[in-house]
């Protein structure tokens, strides 16, 4: 279950509006996003949030991975996202995919300003029991 | 989108095989526990995955929340999992039933071990243009 865990906060986007409303398309970019960079689709769920007074709803796409999953989350109020890729590396080493995939999406959306984190997860070493005292 | 994303890794859990192997009981217990901590479920997707000469296939449980989302991976074959519990705090501080949710789940499990972090997203000073030079 070892893996990397990357995350993107991104503000200011300067794409077209329709990525951070419309959570169909955003969804289809997400899914051809992923199939480009060689990971594995296994689902997904696309979710838009009602408009509010202060403008269109927000929208969550969610594409579940062979390798673990992908979730963006958008406020077109402030032109802002967070989007995480989670890959396991079991069997192969997804990490440099993933990168291209959080790459890919942040370019979509086209920040001004990004904010980037990336958690390994999964490294805890094995248990070995103690003898009692 | 000020928010906080809250991660456990867990080993050796010790619950029973079907919280690791059987989607549909696993995203079950996760809607139910949202629900439980007063979050808000606004869909979902469980993924099955096929079993390999190492025995059954673990699977991926997420719940798209109003606040953000909570996703879990299962590797039965190790008896580990990974769980993610992120919530935005748009309109109210929804931090404490993060850490409720993720307690029950890790609780669900029962792992012999637990790595936990969190991250807080979102938090980007807005921006200030500079005058030129």
Redesign the interface.
């Known amino acids: 279950?070892q893996?990397l865990?990357l995350?993107a906060?991104v503000?200011?986007c300067q794409c077209d509006l329709h990525w951070l409303t419309d959570a169909q398309r955003l969804g289809q970019a997400c899914r051809a996003a992923v199939e480009a960079v060689g990971l594995c689709p296994?689902?997904?769920?696309?979710?838009t949030?009602p408009a509010t007074t202060r403008g269109p709803g927000g929208v969550?796409a969610?594409v579940?991975l062979?390798e673990?999953?992908l979730?963006v989350?958008t406020?077109p109020e402030?032109r802002?996202?967070?989007l995480?890729v989670?890959v396991?590396n079991?069997g192969a080493d997804h990490s440099a995919c993933a990168r291209q995939l959080l790459t890919a999406l942040v370019a979509l959306l086209a920040p001004?300003?990004s904010?980037l984190?990336e958690?390994w997860?999964?490294?805890?070493p094995p248990?070995t029991p103690q003898s009692p005292a």
Do not use: I, K, P
Request: with cysteine.
């Open positions: 279950m893996g865990h995350t906060d503000y200011e296994v689902g997904e769920v696309f979710h949030f969550t969610t579940l062979a673990s999953h979730c989350h406020w402030t802002s996202a967070t995480d989670y396991c079991l001004t300003h904010q984190n958690l997860r999964g490294l805890h248990h």
